[in-house]
């Protein structure tokens, strides 16, 4: 089994930033993917970013030049640094892990974080 223990979430002013962290635990062998997603009020969840166990990111184009996905396979914990933060911002953030065993895939979600953009 795998744990994920997410901080940084908050409320913040319009323009302003916060960063969130999502750190891995348990049975890790292999992290394929990481990433972030966020569900609002009455919406689905959608996709914020995610980043490959290569490092390479991808962006939902609503966050693309002001969200940065990052993270440190040492410590196995990404980060999701949210900068010119705005009110549609507003949000549970949720990380996800794929993990592979033995070819199969396996995700993970954890319990996921407010973000409230408001002045």
């Known amino acids: 089994q795998v744990q994920l223990v997410e901080s940084g979430g908050g409320l913040v002013q319009p323009g302003g930033s916060l960063r969130l962290s999502c750190a891995a635990s348990?049975?890790?062998?292999?992290?394929?993917?990481m990433g972030w997603y966020r569900q609002a009020p009455g919406k689905q969840r959608e996709l914020v970013a995610v980043?490959?166990?290569?490092?390479?990111?991808n962006y939902a184009d609503s966050v693309k030049g002001r969200f940065t996905i990052s993270r440190d396979n040492a410590k196995n914990t990404v980060y999701l640094q949210m900068n010119s933060l705005k009110p549609e911002d507003t949000a549970v953030y949720y990380c996800?892990?794929?993990?592979?065993?033995?070819?199969?895939?396996?995700?993970?979600w954890g319990q996921g974080t407010q973000v409230t953009v408001s002045s």
């Open positions: 980043i490959s166990s290569g490092g390479s990111p």
């Open positions: 996800n892990v794929i993990v592979t065993r033995a070819i199969i895939e396996y995700s993970y």
């Open positions: 348990g049975r890790i062998f292999s992290i394929k993917a």
